[in-house]
T-cell receptor, first 108, second 115 residues
């Protein structure tokens, strides 16, 4: 099955800094989502992005499907950005495979 | 409702007891997933329902786990004779599928603690 790797596993930032999170996948996919799991455990949809680039406020994401990776950019980070960021992919089926996540802590 | 809801939000039970967890998906979403997340870990697929099709139960860890979905809407996940290793957060997601867009939306989860 598809393998999903996320990097870095852990990240600590000062408030205001920018960061890039990466998601690599081992096979072609036709669905990809980025989620933020907040400290209370709620998984929040950030982007549905099987290809291309999207932006939503301080967040943007780019998926290069032919090269099997996706990037999540966080600009001007805030303490509320803390939590775990997951990417999840699926390939022609309903079953999503989740990465192990990037744990982000933003310091005030 | 506006989003996926789950109940209870927290459940503490004694080893050997049965528990039932409930998920109410977004209205109109025909697909529903259950996942399990152990502390500090990623999401583990448990079961998938789509309309009236037979569910994909391939992720259920043992025969103590079962799930049903009534009327294509509300789903219940039942764990019989709970064990301490069942302690985890159980997450439900419903899926929006239209125009090739396959997007999951998650509920807040049920935190299960087995003493």
């Amino acid at each position: 099955g598809i393998q999903v790797e996320q990097s870095p596993p852990d990240l600590i930032l000062q408030e205001g800094a920018n960061s890039t999170l990466r998601c690599n996948f081992s096979d072609s996919v036709n669905n990809l989502q980025w989620f933020h799991q907040n400290p209370w455990g709620q998984l929040i949809n950030l982007f549905y992005i099987p290809s291309g680039t999207k932006q939503n406020g301080r967040l943007s994401a780019t998926t290069v499907a032919t090269e099997r990776y996706s990037l999540l950019y966080i600009s001007s980070s805030q303490t509320t950005d803390s939590g775990v960021y997951f990417c999840a992919v699926s390939s022609g089926t309903y079953k999503y495979i989740f990465g192990t996540g990037t744990r982000l802590k933003v310091l005030a | 409702g506006a989003g996926v809801s789950q109940s209870p939000s927290n459940k503490v039970t004694e080893k050997g007891k049965d528990v039932e967890l409930r998920c109410d998906p977004i209205s109109g979403h025909t697909a529903l997933y259950w996942y399990r997340q152990s502390l500090g870990q990623g999401l583990e697929f448990l079961i998938y329902f789509q309309g009236n099709s037979a569910p994909d139960k391939s992720g259920l860890p043992s025969d103590r786990f079962s799930a049903e979905r009534t009327g294509g809407s509300v789903s219940t996940l039942t764990i019989q004779r709970t064990q301490q290793e069942d302690s985890a957060v159980y997450l439900c997601a419903s899926r929006f599928l239209a125009g090739g867009r396959n997007e999951q939306f998650f509920g807040p989860g049920t935190r299960l603690t087995v003493l």
